[in-house]
T-cell receptor, first 115, second 114 residues
Framework: GAGVSQSPRYKVAKRGQDVALRCDPISGHVSLFWYQQALGQGPEFLTYFQNEAQLDKSGLPSDRFFAERPEGSVSTLKIQRTQQEDSAVYLC?????????????FGPGTRLTVL | KQEVTQIPAALSVPEGENLVLNCSFTDSAIYNLQWFRQDPGKGLTSLLLIQSSQREQTSGRLNASLDKSSGRSTLYIAASQPGDSATYLCAVSPSNFGNEKLTFGTGTRLTIIP
């Protein structure tokens, strides 16, 4: 009965480094979402996958952010040339489908600190 | 652009009291509204989901109402307990996409005083 898992839980990067954040959704869940949560704020949508297709990436803040889900299961969010403003908790969520009443199940998040 | 506001930002009440958390949104064209709970260092846990056609949902001591036309929702917690201490977030999904792309409020940090 595993939920959504994310790794690493904490990441410290020097400004300019590249980072990769991993999300393992609940087995069988079709939809996968990434959110960014700054300190004291609510999560903000970044991007969304249905299986391996990235259907919406309108929330990605810049072209330094890239997400993939090549086999329709595990997803990776990559941030290139990290900046201090990228410091936040990155949350991953999955849902079974887009059917009415399906909720999103969230992972514990990865806290990224850029020095 | 949809904006979600939660008031108050923080709330402290003695154990056993009933309380109400408020959420308002600017665009009434929503598919559903959800209330989540977030504990420090942990992800979000969905508490209640209200479809746009519904008025309220109940789960145990929790009751959430939705007035879509006025852009408001409330979360009522009865007989509060110290374990209810957490940050509560409301989120809406747009009507043209279904259950995706949630827009969150900034949350209410609730502290129940034993």
């Amino acid at each position: 009965g595993a939920g959504v898992s994310q790794s690493p839980r904490y990441k410290v990067a020097k400004r300019g480094q590249d980072v990769a954040l991993r999300c393992d959704p609940i087995s069988g869940h079709v939809s996968l979402f990434w959110y960014q949560q700054a300190l004291g704020q609510g999560p903000e949508f970044l991007t969304y996958f249905q299986n391996e297709a990235q259907l919406d990436k309108s929330g990605l803040p810049s072209d330094r952010f890239f997400a993939e889900r090549p086999e329709g299961s595990v997803s990776t969010l990559k941030i290139q040339r990290t900046q201090q403003e990228d410091s936040a908790v990155y949350l991953c969520a999955s849902s079974y489908s887009l059917a009415v009443g399906n909720t999103q199940y969230f992972g514990p998040g990865t806290r990224l600190t850029v020095l | 652009k949809q904006e979600v506001t939660q008031i108050p930002a923080a709330l402290s009440v003695p154990e056993g009291e009933n309380l109400v958390l408020n959420c308002s949104f600017t665009d009434s064209a929503i598919y559903n509204l959800q209330w989540f709970r977030q504990d420090p260092g942990k992800g979000l846990t969905s508490l209640l989901l209200i479809q746009s056609s519904q008025r309220e949902q109940t789960s145990g001591r929790l009751n959430a109402s939705l007035d879509k036309s006025s852009g408001r929702s409330t979360l009522y917690i009865a007989a509060s307990q110290p374990g209810d201490s957490a940050t509560y977030l409301c989120a809406v999904s747009p009507s043209n996409f279904g259950n995706e792309k949630l827009t969150f409020g900034t949350g209410t940090r609730l502290t129940i005083i034993p």
